[in-house]
C-alpha cells in the first residue's frame, strides 16, 4: 500500500508538471478507485468449486460453490449440529456437509487454460474427538501425493476449519507441483485416499487461478483460540462482574495497528488531502 501511496505522489508531479492541474486531480481520484478494487477484490479467478455432500452455496468471498453431484460415496450434513470454528456464521456450511467414502474416491475438473492454480480443500473433523482416528492422504492425477497422512483433529481439532492449500501449475501437457510433475490432458483429479484409519472425506473444494497470495484465507488459528479462551473465561464470570460498567472510555488494543487493513481510509483521506492542497496553493 505505501509503494502505490508513492507512486501516486510521483506520478501527480509528473502531471503537473505537464498537464494542467484539473486533470492531474482526475487522474487522482481514478488511481484511488483503482486502489480501492484492487485492495478489496483481491482473489484469484474461481475455476471450479463444489460445496462437498452439500447444496450450492456463495460465500462471503464471492465465491460460488456447486451442489455436489458425485455419483458415489456418501455425503452427509453430521455436523449441521455444530458451530464451526474460524469461518463467519454465513460460510459455516461448507464445512458442516461433507462426503466419504468406504474406498479411494475423487472429482474431476476439466482446466482447459494453462498457467499457476491454487487447489483449496477444506476440511473439518465433525464426527472423532481424537487423533488417529481419522487419518488419510490426498492425490492428484493418480501420481502426485499433494497431502500425506492428514489428520484433520491433529491439526485443529473437533468443530475447527482446516484448509489446505497446494498451488499447481500447467504447462506443456504436464501437471507440476513443486519438482514433481505428470502428464496432464485436460482434467485434474482430485483423489482422496483410504488408509487404516477410517474413511477419507473432503468438505468442500476451489480451485483458483492464481497464486497462494490470490486466496482467501481462514481466522488464524491462534486467534480462534484466544477468542475460545475469552468466551470461556466471560462465561466463568459471576454475573455482577459480567454487568459490571467500567469507568472511563475503551481503551483501544495496541495491536489493532497490526491489521494492513485499518490504514485503508488513512490513505484514501491523504489522497483526497493532497490535490485539495494543491488547490489552494493555485488560488
Known amino acids: 500500500m505505501i509503494l502505490k501511496m508513492a507512486s501516486l505522489l510521483h506520478i501527480m508531479a509528473v502531471f503537473q508538471q505537464r498537464f494542467s492541474f484539473r486533470l492531474s486531480i482526475a487522474f487522482c481520484y481514478i488511481f484511488l478507485t483503482w486502489f480501492s478494487v484492487s485492495y478489496v477484490n483481491c482473489i484469484g479467478e474461481v475455476v471450479y468449486a463444489v460445496n462437498c455432500g452439500g447444496s450450492a452455496h456463495t460465500d462471503l468471498n464471492g465465491v460460488h460453490y456447486q451442489s455436489d453431484k458425485l455419483s458415489f460415496g456418501t455425503p452427509s450434513d453430521y455436523g449441521k449440529n455444530l458451530q464451526i470454528g474460524r469461518v463467519a456464521p454465513a460460510d459455516q456450511i461448507l464445512y458442516q456437509t461433507e462426503r466419504y467414502h468406504t474406498a479411494d474416491f475423487g472429482y474431476s475438473i476439466p482446466i482447459k487454460d494453462e498457467g499457476d492454480f491454487v487447489l483449496v480443500l477444506k476440511f473439518c473433523e465433525v464426527y472423532f474427538r481424537g487423533s488417529k482416528l481419522k487419518v488419510f492422504d490426498v492425490r492428484l492425477n493418480h501420481n502426485l501425493v499433494v497431502v ?136
Open 148 to 283: 500425506k497422512d492428514l489428520d484433520i483433529y491433529d491439526q485443529v481439532g473437533y468443530g475447527i476449519a482446516h484448509d489446505e492449500y497446494i498451488p499447481f501449475k500447467i504447462q506443456n501437457g504436464q501437471l507440476k507441483v513443486g519438482s514433481k510433475s505428470t502428464p496432464f490432458t485436460g482434467h485434474l483429479f482430485v483423489e482422496f485416499i483410504k488408509s487404516y484409519y477410517d474413511n477419507p472425506k473432503i468438505n468442500a473444494f476451489v480451485i483458483f487461478k492464481g497464486n497462494v497470495e490470490d486466496v482467501p484465507r481462514l481466522q488464524p488459528l491462534e486467534q480462534h483460540e484466544e477468542e475460545q479462551r475469552e468466551a470461556e473465561f466471560e462465561e466463568e464470570l459471576p454475573k455482577d462482574k459480567k454487568n459490571r460498567k467500567t469507568s472511563g472510555p475503551k481503551v483501544k488494543d495496541p495491536y489493532e495497528l497490526d491489521d494492513g487493513s485499518y490504514f485503508y481510509p488513512f490513505i484514501i483521506a491523504v489522497g483526497l488531502f493532497i490535490p485539495t492542497l494543491l488547490c489552494l496553493c493555485k488560488l
